[in-house]
């Protein structure tokens, strides 16, 4: 029998021994019953399971038929405990931004924030890191620092209001210009529940409060 996996899209972290799923493709938060969640701990556990069992599953629109051998939670569900630094990580040093930063900066700015709400989770992710990746800028002089200086006096003139989805998908596409390559950090809270999203590059939050931050459990991690 094949094994299971998470879909692509699909992240999933643990929390007070519970399971939570974010399904990018559908735009939502999940929580698997009890009896799911048995099953999907003995998988990791390189249990067998009943034909029936592995099919309901899959049957939530969260798992897959998977051969590599990879651990069925994926990579968010072992590691990226901390999604910062440990004791907050120093940013390179850099040069200062120039003008045409703060143009391209509110561009990305205003493209994401008026997709906000018109288009799917989904297709904002797959064009932010579509952007991302078309490294129009190379060049020595122009690094992190000085670019979020001026992403971050920009955002000023935006809705800041729920808006940390529309402002992480803008700094990726926007650090992505420059060659510079992030990642998009989704985590939850639980009691009550709250979600966030940020950038990171390496084990750095880009533009956050360190703090707020750790408070989070990274469930998705998309690069």
Same mark, same amino acid.
């Given at each position: 029998?094949?094994?299971?996996?998470?879909?692509?899209?699909?992240?999933?972290?643990?929390?007070?021994?519970?399971?939570?799923?974010?399904?990018?493709?559908?735009?939502?938060?999940?929580?698997? +019953?009890?009896?799911?969640? /048995?099953?999907? !701990?003995?998988?990791?556990?390189?249990?067998?399971?009943?034909?029936?069992?592995?099919?309901?599953?899959?049957?939530?629109?969260?798992?897959?038929? *998977?051969?590599?051998? +990879?651990?069925?939670?994926?990579?968010?569900?072992?590691?990226?405990?901390?999604?910062?630094?440990?004791?907050? /990580?120093?940013?390179?040093?850099?040069?200062?931004?120039? &003008? !045409?930063?703060?143009?391209? /900066? +509110?561009?990305?700015?205003?493209?994401? !924030?008026?997709?906000?709400?018109?288009?799917?989770?989904?297709?904002?992710?797959?064009?932010?890191?579509?952007?991302?990746?078309?490294?129009?800028?190379?060049?020595?002089?122009?690094?992190? *620092?000085?670019?979020?200086?001026?992403? +971050?006096?920009?955002?000023?003139? &935006?809705?800041?209001?729920?808006?940390?989805?529309?402002?992480?998908? /803008?700094?990726?596409?926007?650090?992505?210009?420059? *060659?510079?390559?992030?990642?998009?950090?989704?985590?939850?809270?639980?009691?009550? &529940?709250?979600? $966030?999203?940020?950038?990171?590059?390496?084990?750095?939050?880009?533009?956050? *409060?360190?703090?707020?931050?750790?408070? &989070? $459990?990274?469930?998705?991690?998309?690069?």
């Amino acid at each position: 029998m094949a094994g299971v996996g998470l879909r692509p899209g699909v992240g999933c972290c643990e929390i007070g021994g519970n399971l939570y799923f974010l399904d990018s493709h559908r735009d939502r938060y999940v929580r698997i +019953s009890p009896e799911l969640q /048995a099953i999907v !701990h003995r998988l990791e556990g390189g249990e067998d399971v009943e034909p029936a069992q592995v099919q309901a599953l899959l049957a939530t629109g969260l798992f897959g038929e *998977d051969r590599t051998g +990879s651990p069925i939670l994926g990579p968010t569900s072992i590691g990226l405990s901390s999604p910062v630094g440990q004791g907050g /990580a120093r940013r390179p040093r850099v040069k200062e931004a120039r &003008f !045409h930063e703060g143009i391209l /900066a +509110s561009l990305y700015l205003g493209l994401f !924030h008026m997709l906000a709400k018109r288009i799917s989770l989904r297709k904002s992710i797959a064009l932010a890191i579509w952007l991302s990746r078309r490294g129009f800028w190379r060049s020595s002089e122009v690094q992190v *620092d000085g670019l979020l200086g001026t992403f +971050s006096r920009v955002s000023q003139l &935006f809705p800041k209001r729920n808006t940390c989805l529309a402002d992480a998908l /803008a700094l990726k596409a926007y650090l992505g210009f420059y *060659d510079i390559q992030t990642s998009l950090i989704f985590g939850i809270q639980t009691s009550p &529940f709250r979600a $966030h999203c940020w950038v990171q590059q390496g084990e750095v939050a880009l533009g956050q *409060d360190l703090e707020v931050v750790r408070s &989070f $459990h990274p469930v998705l991690v998309m690069s």
